[in-house]
């Protein structure tokens, strides 16, 4: 039977629901026959489109029925359709893994050649941006021998010239690879399969009806199919959404070129569809089959006028008909987080009108998961077509926190978020499990450990863990040493790293590892991976992290089951043919929607164009088009945020050009928006009091040190916290060496060299053993403390000189004195240096790596502690304190300085047993007060004295009340 001359193309309008049109439009034209919609066969772009066509066709049936056999364009022989390509005798497709794997490699050899670093997991993103290039190549039926000619000829920048040389050189030798493993490229079979149906379609048209419906970007092969079906005697074509409204005028200014022309038109695809089939516009017929989803007529138009091209925007002066756009409403969030809740809340205001079905159409996967979890708070689980990426499932994260620690040498953070994965002795054992980490954790608070799990036991051991923790971690430690083992190579093999951590996570988490969705698509990873790992060259341990990362977020997780069947989050492309009776257009942002244009890294736009593949623009023309197809439902929902995370956004061209086309035809949505802002909106919060708490005098402790009481005095609010509540701030984990750890350090050296005879030459190397023994895992400590210890020191031994020539040398160091008062008060306190003269007095020396106590703090009676020493100290040794001072080490321009705390300007303000006296009843009135009377405890009492800030500010609420008592 001969093809027909006519073709049979039709189009289903924006207004139309298309899969919806297509089923009731396919049951009436078989409607006579109750077979022949069975023995039909549609070819549609995508198994999304598949099932959406078969839940229409559900839809609209009445009992029971056949379904037509249904295929995925790009899996034509996947299920025995394409029998007439058994001749074809195709060698079988090449493993996507293996082929990822093996680019990958390809662009570091070549890479390597050039003398350029590359990272492996830099490599894997070139290397998918290399197999797309391929890929388009094949598909646009490009010559080979074109690129050979421009590897020659073209006339591009050096750094364009190199990378085009490496992709022809990957180009040539792929067809080496192809040969010796006895596979095909999968597009170039596909393609093959394609082009054998076409041929065998035309010269023998198969019985039955034929449907191909839907596409809109296809390559040449794929099109001289199309063109076949057009012709066939039982044949269709169905387009969605060719404009055959707009003038002649308009539609062949529409350029489609080699070099891309106005691939950003919304008409652009379909355009060169079209052409590619040959087929003129006036030959489109109308699908006049009208269903219940089907929006306004008018729209249609009114919105293509507001994407069509600039030079035709003349026609924007006429206002579009009234009442066009009464289903259409906008949203301009203030913030990514307030458009989420309002589209939660749309989607299930639209849940709660009986049978009504809504989607979130958005390329923006942040929105998306926003979006997921604010509806998860109200028990609805709503399908997101686009899945999860296996990072983000616990299964994968568990994998990627093993590869973090391994490469980060067990740092305690990594290692932490490892032993707390919920994964990890999930069932009866978890908690007990978590009470090890949980004592573990606060053993490792503070500076970073040693590396590798070494570093953690010895931390053990100086913490003097208790025998339980060390036998636990033990255990922990022979799980985790393959793993420490592997990393601690100079390279990493992929194949042999997968591997290890496989084992590492199993014998962590069990089974739990494999389980449901995620586990089982983790394990398809693990099992691909350990197989082609062969094909990548090892690479820096440090690199796992990122590469892992990598392929574990391009495996995406979907849940089968228990989705709220009446909502849906799609991509543009899931939303390309289906309709719901709410639409919402989510994250109308530029670079969002629609997403900016991404440079090829391999094919300049001058070499594009000279291939005849076109440009990079084409994403944006089927951004548009969807954009155009969707404002077609009954009911739409348009949402913008007009500030991301970091700075203002720019809104949508699309939201802009229909915005200036319609004008105030659009109506904002403020009753979403005011629920929105008033969700999670509390009441205007009462600031809290001053707190003042005054604990019975039972309560109160009777023991004291020096220290203490200057923060008892100062701010008794902290000292009750501390003292009596007996609250103490947890050091955070890995934390970076600070003024504390410091001061510490230096106080340790300082005391070991006076104890060890404080001889000048002796006190560098002490702290030369400090510097290598405790710093050695932080160089950049080391780099910028040294020069400073080493200077400040040099400034100790000179002034000590100095003290020694004065008549003074050295007594003791870390200097313990406690003393029990009349009134039941223990008093207790520590001199890091005590000096003697010959006449048996002393001196009193206090290391300040910070500043010292002002003159005010000292007059005003706010610094007790020299005072107190100087009475404690004084007392126990039966001797007379006749000089205090303060030494401060700053290791700066300035290394050191001495300071008399009694002296201002040079002058003595107070002979030295007035200021101790002063001092002890200062001392007698705060015990009086706080640790024998019933005083409160008030908080920031002279915070002009207290210090800045405390541990225990949030606690006091400080902010919240102390301009008010100022």
Not at 167 to 190: I, K, M, N, Q, Y
Not at 292 to 321: E, H, I
Not at 420 to 437: M, N, S
Not at 714 to 726: G, H, K, M, N, V
């Amino acid at each position: 039977m001969p093809l027909a001359e006519r073709p049979r193309v039709y189009t289903i309008p924006p207004h139309g629901a298309f899969v919806d049109a297509l089923a009731a439009g396919l049951l009436e034209r078989t409607k006579d026959d109750p077979l022949a919609l069975a023995r039909a066969r549609i070819l549609l772009p995508n198994r999304r489109a598949v099932r959406a066509l078969t839940d229409a066709f559900v839809r609209r049936s009445d009992g029971g029925l056949l379904l037509p056999r249904m295929t995925p364009i790009g899996d034509l022989d996947a299920d025995g359709f394409a029998t007439e390509a058994a001749s074809l005798d195709l060698p079988p497709a090449f493993d996507p893994c293996e082929r990822r794997l093996r680019l990958t490699q390809l662009v570091r050899r070549g890479a390597a050649r050039r003398g350029d670093g590359v990272t492996a997991v830099e490599a894997l993103r070139l290397a998918d941006a290399l197999g797309s290039a391929l890929d388009e190549l094949t598909g646009e039926e490009v010559d080979p021998a074109a690129l050979a000619t421009l590897v020659e000829n073209a006339d591009l920048a050096e750094h364009f010239q190199l990378t085009l040389d490496q992709f022809d050189a990957v180009r040539e030798h792929w067809p080496a690879v192809l040969a010796a493993t006895g596979t095909s490229d999968a597009v170039a079979r596909r393609l093959a399969v394609v082009d054998a149906v076409a041929r065998e379609w035309a010269a023998s048209p198969p019985a039955g009806l034929i449907v191909a419906a839907g596409l809109v970007a296809v390559s040449p092969a794929v099109a001289r199919l199309l063109r076949v079906v057009a012709r066939l005697p039982d044949g269709l074509v169905v387009l969605p959404g060719v404009d055959t409204a707009m003038d002649d005028e308009e539609w062949d200014a529409i350029r489609v070129t080699a070099e891309g022309g106005d691939e950003a038109h919304p008409q652009y695809m379909l355009k060169r569809l079209l052409d590619r089939i040959d087929v003129g516009r006036g030959e489109v017929a109308g699908w006049d089959y009208p269903t219940a989803s089907d929006g306004p007529v008018a729209r249609t138009g009114a919105v293509a006028s507001a994407l069509r091209l600039a030079k035709f925007t003349t026609a924007w002066r006429d206002a579009p008909p009234e009442g066009v756009f009464d289903g259409v409403r906008t949203v301009e969030a203030a913030t990514p987080a307030e458009e989420a809740q309002v589209v939660a809340l749309a989607l299930r205001r639209a849940l709660a009108e009986p049978g009504q079905t809504a989607a979130l159409v958005t390329p923006d996967r942040n929105l998306a998961r926003r979006v997921a979890r604010h509806l998860a708070r109200w028990g609805i689980d709503i399908d997101d077509s686009a899945g999860l990426p296996l990072r983000q499932t616990p299964p994968g994260a568990m994998i990627l926190a093993l590869a973090e620690a391994a490469t980060q040498g067990f740092a305690p953070v990594a290692l932490l978020a490892v032993l707390k994965h919920p994964l990890v002795r999930f069932g009866p054992e978890r908690l007990a499990w978590l009470d090890r980490v949980r004592a573990l954790d606060r053993r490792l608070r503070g500076v970073r450990p040693v590396p590798g799990l070494a570093g953690v036991t010895a931390r053990l051991k100086e913490t003097k863990a208790v025998e339980a923790l060390t036998a636990w971690w033990t255990e922990v430690a022979e799980m985790l040493a393959p793993l420490e083992a592997h990393f601690t190579h100079e390279d990493c093999a992929l194949a042999d790293a997968v591997a290890v951590l496989r084992d590492t996570g199993e014998a962590l988490a069990g089974d739990e590892l494999w389980r449901g969705p995620a586990g089982r698509a983790l394990g398809g990873l693990v099992a691909m991976l350990t197989e082609h790992g062969r094909h990548l060259d090892p690479f820096a341990p440090a690199d796992a992290p990122a590469l892992l990362g990598s392929l574990l977020r391009d495996v995406p997780v979907r849940e089968a089951y228990g989705k709220q069947p009446r909502l849906a989050i799609y991509g543009t492309l899931e939303a390309r043919l289906q309709r719901a009776d709410l639409t919402i257009l989510g994250g109308l942002n530029e670079g969002v929607w629609p997403s900016p244009a991404s440079p090829d890294p391999w094919l300049a736009l001058k070499i594009r164009a000279e291939l005849g593949i076109g440009g990079t623009q084409r994403g944006i023309g089927l951004a548009a088009h969807d954009f155009a197809a969707a404002l077609g439902g009954p009911q739409v929902l348009l949402t913008r945020a007009r500030r991301d995370d970091s700075a203002p956004t720019v809104a949508s061209r699309f939201w802009l050009r229909l915005h200036a086309s319609v004008g105030d035809a659009l109506k904002p949505e403020t009753e979403l928006l005011a629920l929105a802002r008033a969700l999670d909106r509390s009441a205007v919060p009462a600031p809290a009091p001053r707190p003042e708490p005054a604990p019975s005098a039972a309560m109160r402790p009777r023991k004291i040190s020096v220290t203490a009481a200057e923060q008892l005095k100062a701010d008794p609010f902290s000292w009750y916290a501390r003292a009596i509540l007996e609250l103490k701030l947890l050091d955070p984990l890995d934390a970076d060496p600070g003024a504390a750890e410091r001061g510490i350090d230096l106080h340790d050296v300082l005391e070991k060299w006076i104890k060890g005879g404080g001889e000048p030459d002796a006190l560098q190397p002490i702290a030369a053993t400090m510097l290598r023994e405790k710093w050695s895992n932080h160089p950049l400590m080391q780099a910028l403390w040294k020069p400073r210890v080493e200077r400040a020191l040099d400034w100790v031994v000179e002034e000590s000189a100095r003290w020694h020539d004065a008549g003074w040398s050295p007594h003791g160091a870390e200097v313990k004195a406690v003393r029990e008062l009349r009134n039941g008060v223990t008093l207790q306190g520590r001199a890091d240096r005590v000096d003697h003269n010959a006449a048996g007095a002393l001196a009193i020396i206090d290391y300040k790596t910070g500043k010292p106590p002002s003159n005010a703090q000292v007059q005003g009676g706010f610094a007790l502690q020299m005072g107190l020493l100087a009475w404690l100290i004084g007392t126990d040794a039966g001797a007379a304190v006749e000089a205090l001072r303060y030494w401060r080490l700053s290791g700066g321009k300035e290394p050191g300085d001495a300071t008399d705390p009694l002296a201002y300007r040079g002058k003595p303000f107070i002979e030295l047993p007035d200021h101790v006296a002063a001092t002890i009843a200062a001392f007698d009135d705060l015990c009086e007060k706080y640790l024998l009377g019933s005083e409160p405890f008030t908080a920031k009492l002279h915070p002009e004295y207290a210090a800045r800030y405390s541990d225990f500010d949030h606690l006091a609420r400080v902010a919240e009340w102390q301009a008010r008592a100022r």
